[in-house]
């Protein structure tokens, strides 16, 4: 079968989009730690361009898309891509799925790290990043999309990383922060963000990457891309309003960081459901993901743990969010690939979605934990404290983000 044109350019620019979303994350994170971090900031979020990157081609994506074995992780068939090129994946050349696949891994980890900046050693960041992308991330994504998948062949949905990315990295995060504890002085020192306009353009980056991400997953220029399209910007849209609402009703001001912070929670929830709901659907997941968001938020401050950037409030509580209402208004009229939700009169699909939830999630934090505890073993987790005085860029890669 000769490849679609119009499928195989959609997917490859989708591909780009989703790359330029990691130095998006970058300008996203980077704005909000304090100056005297953000080049170690970016360092942990672009270093994952290159790791993963080699970690894919080498093993990964066997891992992940190889020959199932028994329904769990794939097998060896695709170690250092053997095989690929001339061949096919659907309507596209199998390397095009390859490489969109790529960037999903390249992302993951790095949005772990806005648990831990500020405090971790990069050393002990790069032997993590490569082993829970080997031994959480791959079998997660196998689960999950690959035919032989055991959730994919449940029923699970998730059209584009809602369980596989966020919620893995989401509840890694949280396991992350409470193992490697608060930054000195947290929370009697304020840790304030050094630069919010780098923040804000790192989540208009961030947004428009994510078309690439959601509308991407359709794998083809098709009606389902177009309205993973249409979903991904609405739900966005409600969020960053919601989140601000609540905000401005609850510490009397509205700001700009809880409008970017908003439009990235909606973002995250729409994700599994993208290409399988209404958007008015749409609509309504990104309205409750702004308020579900916010509030995980606040209650980091009253459980005390220092979860720097909010990556299990934003990535984590989305992530769960948005896959179980895909069990609720997801419609194989929309896309007869997916299921009928609880509103279509499928209740049982509500079900599934909580299944896969619970095992993603069980999962990656079982392992973040065993794996933390290797690494501190190995070289340690956290620099002293001395060096984070110092501040992580001088005393992590001899920089500084400012002359």
Same mark, same amino acid.
């Given at each position: 079968?000769?490849? *679609?044109?119009?499928?195989?350019?959609?997917?490859?620019?989708?591909?780009?989009?989703?790359?330029?979303?990691?130095?998006?994350?970058?300008?996203?994170?980077?704005?909000?730690?304090?100056?005297?971090?953000?080049?170690?900031?970016?360092?942990?979020?672009?270093? =994952?361009?290159?790791?993963?990157?080699?970690?894919? /081609?080498?093993?990964?994506?066997?891992?992940?898309?190889?020959?199932?074995?028994?329904?769990?992780? !794939?097998?060896?068939?695709?170690?250092?891509?053997?095989?690929?090129?001339?061949?096919?994946?659907?309507?596209?050349?199998?390397? +095009?799925?390859?490489?969109?696949?790529?960037?999903?891994?390249?992302?993951?980890?790095?949005?772990?790290?806005?648990?831990?900046? %500020?405090?971790?050693?990069?050393?002990?960041?790069?032997?993590? =990043?490569?082993?829970?992308?080997?031994?959480?991330?791959?079998? /997660?994504?196998?689960?999950?999309?690959?035919?032989?998948?055991?959730?994919?062949?449940?029923? /699970?949905? *998730?059209?584009?990383?809602? @369980?596989?990315?966020?919620?893995?990295?989401?509840?890694? &995060?949280?396991?992350?922060?409470?193992?490697?504890?608060?930054?000195?002085?947290?929370?009697?020192?304020?840790?304030?963000?050094?630069?919010? @306009?780098? @923040?804000?353009? !790192?989540?208009?980056?961030?947004?428009?990457?994510?078309? !690439?991400?959601?509308?991407?997953?359709?794998?083809?220029?098709?009606?389902? +891309?177009?309205?993973?399209?249409?979903?991904?910007?609405?739900? =966005?849209?409600?969020?960053?309003?919601?989140?601000?609402?609540?905000?401005?009703?609850?510490?009397?001001?509205?700001?700009?960081?809880?409008?970017?912070?908003?439009?990235? &929670?909606?973002?995250?929830?729409?994700?599994?459901?993208?290409?399988?709901?209404?958007?008015?659907?749409?609509?309504?997941?990104?309205?409750?993901?702004?308020?579900?968001?916010?509030?995980?938020?606040?209650?980091?401050?009253?459980?005390?743990? *220092?979860?720097?950037?909010?990556?299990?409030?934003?990535?984590?509580?989305?992530?769960?969010?948005?896959?179980?209402? @895909?069990?609720?208004?997801?419609?194989?009229?929309?896309?007869?690939?997916?299921?009928?939700?609880?509103?279509?009169?499928?209740?049982?699909?509500?079900?599934?979605? =909580?299944?896969?939830?619970?095992?993603?999630?069980?999962?990656?934090?079982?392992?973040?934990?065993?794996?933390?505890?290797?690494?501190?073993?190995?070289?340690?987790?956290?620099?002293?404290? *001395? %060096? %984070?005085? %110092?501040?992580?860029?001088?005393?992590?890669?001899?920089?500084?983000?400012? +002359?």
């Amino acid at each position: 079968m000769t490849p *679609d044109t119009g499928d195989t350019a959609w997917l490859l620019v989708s591909s780009a989009f989703v790359l330029f979303m990691t130095p998006g994350l970058a300008l996203f994170y980077g704005g909000m730690v304090r100056k005297k971090n953000v080049l170690s900031t970016f360092m942990f979020v672009h270093f =994952a361009l290159a790791l993963i990157t080699v970690q894919w /081609v080498v093993i990964g994506y066997s891992l992940a898309f190889g020959t199932s074995i028994g329904g769990f992780i !794939g097998g060896l068939d695709y170690l250092f891509l053997s095989g690929l090129a001339g061949q096919n994946k659907g309507s596209v050349p199998h390397l +095009a799925f390859m490489a969109f696949q790529m960037k999903f891994a390249i992302i993951t980890p790095a949005l772990i790290a806005g648990a831990f900046v %500020e405090r971790m050693k990069f050393s002990a960041y790069v032997i993590f =990043a490569l082993l829970w992308t080997t031994l959480v991330y791959d079998p /997660v994504a196998h689960w999950t999309w690959a035919e032989g998948g055991w959730l994919f062949k449940l029923g /699970v949905l *998730d059209f584009a990383g809602g @369980t596989v990315v966020h919620l893995t990295a989401g509840i890694a &995060a949280l396991v992350s922060c409470v193992v490697i504890g608060k930054r000195v002085n947290y929370p009697k020192e304020k840790h304030l963000p050094h630069n919010l @306009t780098m @923040t804000v353009t !790192g989540g208009g980056l961030l947004w428009f990457g994510w078309f !690439g991400f959601n509308a991407g997953s359709a794998l083809g220029a098709n009606s389902t +891309a177009a309205l993973a399209f249409v979903t991904t910007h609405v739900s =966005a849209g409600a969020a960053a309003l919601s989140w601000v609402v609540a905000e401005w009703m609850h510490r009397k001001r509205p700001t700009m960081l809880g409008f970017v912070s908003g439009l990235v &929670a909606g973002l995250v929830a729409i994700t599994p459901a993208a290409g399988f709901v209404s958007v008015g659907a749409s609509m309504v997941i990104g309205l409750m993901a702004g308020v579900a968001c916010y509030g995980a938020v606040l209650l980091k401050e009253r459980l005390h743990y *220092d979860d720097s950037l909010d990556a299990f409030g934003v990535h984590g509580v989305g992530g769960i969010l948005g896959a179980l209402l @895909t069990g609720v208004f997801a419609s194989k009229l929309l896309n007869p690939a997916g299921q009928d939700g609880l509103l279509a009169g499928n209740p049982g699909q509500l079900g599934l979605q =909580a299944l896969g939830i619970l095992a993603a999630g069980a999962y990656s934090g079982i392992l973040t934990w065993v794996i933390l505890k290797v690494v501190d073993k190995l070289v340690g987790l956290r620099v002293t404290v *001395d %060096e %984070e005085r %110092e501040g992580l860029d001088q005393s992590q890669h001899g920089e500084s983000g400012y +002359a």
